[in-house]
């Protein structure tokens, strides 16, 4: 059954939660399995007063990045990251810089890389985010499909690659080759621990918490890396917190829409001088913002051109030329799109020939 609830449920819900008063400490939750990591698994800058950006420093496999917000009493994450084991490693490496616990977690989309470590949070913490992000994570969603096959289901042989290069490494080589496979390893265990949890209060459109006197909006802006993006915006530290609507180079668009730029171009409604992304560091340039939609526009242009002219994805991906973007993506060079978006791409527009709009 979905579980998206109604706005006055949601809101009499979080009221009840403040009115209760300041929730006693909550134990440390147990580790999970496959914790174990040398050194520093996130480097964590306090980007503004109370607000935190975690990037992963690839001792361990985290996947994404992570935001902290100070709300008084209490924290609010964004993404809980890829295992279980990666969320708890942040909380311990949280901890010497605030002891206060995280209280609510907003998830961004379903992506496992954003979400698997929901489940380290007890009953205690509120897991926000989109009605079309439980919907996909409560169907298993989370542990299957386009993005979980690329990365997560090619494991084994990304394990048996590196295998074969350590034995085949020379001495020099050998440290840094037998590192990567330790941490691809760990990576595979934790993977085994993941109970998918689903977000347990769900917004439509926007909902708005005031905590620690400050104020942190939620926002669907529109359908664009995924079908229930939600950014975090701050309004009185000018802060946006995007997931992967937007990161530092270009995203992963195996479960794209095509407005995907229109919902990036709608965030100019925004008044905000900084932008934490999904991955890659920080940024203040709001340009960023417009290469990314063009990049996107011209995509989807061509790819549903290729498609209408009857071309293969597999061809379109060689043949569509996206090179005109690359003085802001230094990825970009020459012609050839990833395969995985045009067939993404292709599958939504025969769907579309299937159910044309009214």
């Not at 379903?110 to 992000?133: P, S």
């Not at 926002?219 to 992967?244: C, M, N, S, W, Y």
């Not at 990314?292 to 790819?303: E, I, K, M, P, S």
């Amino acid at each position: 059954m979905k579980h998206a609830v109604p706005f006055w449920v949601a809101a009499a819900a979080l009221f009840a939660f403040a009115a209760c008063g300041t929730p006693p400490p909550a134990e440390d939750p147990p580790p999970p399995g496959a914790t174990a990591h040398q050194g520093a698994a996130f480097e964590i800058t306090e980007v503004r007063p109370g607000i935190w950006h975690a990037v992963g420093t690839g001792a361990m496999n985290v996947g994404a990045n992570a935001a902290i917000v100070d709300l008084g009493e209490s924290l609010l994450l964004v993404d809980s990251h890829i295992t279980p084991a990666a969320a708890w490693v942040l909380v311990q490496e949280l901890s010497p810089l605030t002891p206060k616990p995280v209280r609510y977690v907003v998830n961004t989309h379903f992506h496992f890389d954003h979400i698997h470590g929901n489940q380290v949070f007890g009953d205690d913490v509120e897991i926000l985010g989109h009605e079309a992000t439980y919907d996909v994570v409560a169907a298993g969603g989370s542990n299957s499909g386009t993005a979980w096959d690329a990365f997560v289901g090619t494991l084994p042989e990304q394990i048996a690659t590196l295998e074969s290069r350590l034995e085949a490494a020379a001495e020099a080589d050998r440290a840094e080759i037998a590192d990567a496979l330790a941490r691809t390893q760990a990576y595979q265990e934790a993977t085994a621990s993941i109970t998918p949890v689903p977000p347990t209060i769900t917004l439509e459109r926007r909902m708005t918490l005031h905590r620690g006197g400050h104020e942190i909006q939620l926002l669907f802006l529109g359908r664009g890396h995924t079908a229930g993006d939600v950014v975090t915006f701050l309004p009185e530290q000018k802060v946006l917190i995007t997931g992967d609507l937007v990161t530092f180079g270009l995203p992963f668009m195996g479960d794209g829409y095509p407005e995907w730029g229109e919902t990036v171009r709608g965030f100019a409604e925004l008044d905000f001088d900084l932008v934490l992304p999904g991955h890659g560091p920080p940024f203040e340039d709001k340009a960023k913002l417009e290469y990314l939609a063009a990049y996107l526009d011209d995509f989807w242009a061509q790819a549903e051109a290729a498609h209408g002219e009857g071309v293969s994805a597999e061809e379109a991906a060689e043949s569509i030329d996206l090179s005109a973007h690359a003085e802001h993506f230094p990825s970009v060079t020459g012609p050839g799109a990833p395969l995985i978006a045009v067939e993404r791409a292709y599958r939504l527009f025969d769907a579309r020939a299937l159910t044309p709009e009214q």
